[in-house]
């Protein structure tokens, strides 16, 4: 039997409605995530009234107003950004739990795609790092990671 493979599809060739929720704890981190993510959709030429942005309080927040997008069954991928990092307290393990398991679960219930773009590091170097430093914007990896997604769904459900 020969071997198919399914490579990612051109899909800003067939935009589809975005959502990107983003939260404003870490403020200079997230924004940053929010413009990468912003500039590689523009570099995608993706109209912008396919393109949804909601801002929430924090991480925790993000899987529910992810599933309130979903809901609406407009949005084809929600592209989640925030930024968890270590502090003193074990209160870094219970949001970052609560966060990845609300995302993984959201997006196994629905079958919407419902992009990581939370980062959990230990401090605010490697934050910056991964929000436009020397480890590149995490926001825009998830944007790439969401358009794929979704033209794999396509792929598999034709």
């Avoid at 060739?13 to 940053?32: G, K, L, Q, W, Y």
């Amino acid at each position: 039997m020969p071997i198919k493979e399914l490579n990612y599809k051109d899909a800003a060739a067939n935009p589809f409605p975005i959502a990107i929720v983003v939260s404003r704890f870490n403020d200079e981190v997230t924004s940053a995530l929010l413009k990468g993510a912003l500039e590689r959709l523009q570099a995608l030429n993706w109209p912008e009234e396919k393109i949804l942005v909601v801002h929430v309080p924090g991480a925790v927040e993000i899987p529910l107003i992810a599933k309130k997008v979903i809901e609406g069954q407009r949005y084809r991928a929600v592209v989640t950004l925030g930024a968890v990092i270590r502090g003193e307290t074990t209160h870094y393990d219970y949001v970052c739990q609560q966060v990845s398991d609300g995302c993984q679960r959201l997006a196994l219930d629905t079958g919407v795609p419902v992009i990581f773009g939370v980062l959990t590091t230990e401090n605010d170097d490697q934050a910056m790092a991964r929000a436009g430093g020397i480890m590149g914007n995490k926001g825009a990896d998830a944007v790439d990671a969401a358009v794929e997604m979704v033209s794999l769904s396509r792929t598999l459900t034709a």
